[in-house]
């Protein structure tokens, strides 16, 4: 498969065969030596470069929703993208919201995320948003959404049709995706660099870059260590505290 398939699709079909002997209680064959040796060579010769989104940061951001209107589709968008990016959601995270688990707070409010990738047993996690310091407040843009498409109960974030007409599901996964890259194209981004998982991107590096903590960094993104953090601090945070520009 090395000449058909990407590097990591062979690890995945390598991880996929070793779990479904381990499940029947056969030895485990992808540890034999020949295995490991050529998938050792597998990655030495066709490389292992990882295709990352571009993370987009605070000020891109602020820029694309500049370009965003007044209809309906735009509000839900202003939204989408302020409450994507402030509470580092994944895009499965962000359409999973509902408007009970909306509580509101004295500082701004919680989303209680009643499921995600990293807690499948549902035990549930509180993630803050604060209200902002500027124009483009994450909370007051989640409430002008909420008001307009008179929304009480069910799912926040929902498909609109060209007509305008608000629908009563949910958006899906990809939908946010979408939205980013078509946001994004008409702010003058080259769209095919972003993807619905900018916006968790993004927090981590803006957060990065204005001197936030790891430990409070990960508090918003919920990942399980900084080793885990560090992928999604994109490349705005390479000049920050640079070893040349200490020296130059």
């Not at 996964?173 to 095919?192: L, Q, Y």
């Amino acid at each position: 498969m090395a000449t058909t398939h990407a590097v990591t699709t062979i690890q995945r079909r390598v991880a996929a065969i070793a779990k479904a002997h381990r499940a029947c209680g056969y030895p485990d064959p992808t540890k034999a030596e020949i295995v490991a040796a050529t998938m050792r060579g597998i990655r030495r010769t066709e490389g292992m470069a990882r295709r990352e989104a571009r993370a987009l940061l605070r000020d891109d951001l602020f820029v694309v929703l500049e370009r965003i209107g007044g209809r309906p589709i735009d509000v839900r968008d202003k939204a989408l993208l302020l409450i994507g990016f402030a509470g580092a959601f994944r895009r499965s995270e962000l359409v999973g919201l509902d408007r009970e688990d909306i509580e509101h707070v004295r500082l701004g409010v919680v989303l209680h995320l009643r499921r995600s990738k990293t807690d499948q047993a549902g035990q549930g996690r509180k993630i803050a948003i604060p209200f902002g310091r500027t124009r483009w407040c994450p909370v007051q843009h989640l409430t002008d959404w909420l008001a307009l498409a008179g929304i009480e109960r069910g799912p926040i974030f929902r498909s609109i049709d060209r007509h305008g007409r608000i629908a009563k599901g949910r958006l899906s996964g990809g939908a946010i995706s979408t939205i980013v890259k078509k946001r994004m194209e008409a702010a003058g981004f080259a769209p095919d660099a972003f993807s619905g998982h900018s916006l968790r991107a993004g927090l981590a590096t803006s957060a990065a870059v204005a001197g936030a903590s790891m430990w409070k960094i990960r508090q918003q993104t919920r990942h399980a260590s900084d080793a885990m953090l560090i992928r999604y601090i994109r490349d705005g945070d390479m000049f920050t505290d640079n070893a040349a520009g200490a020296i130059l």
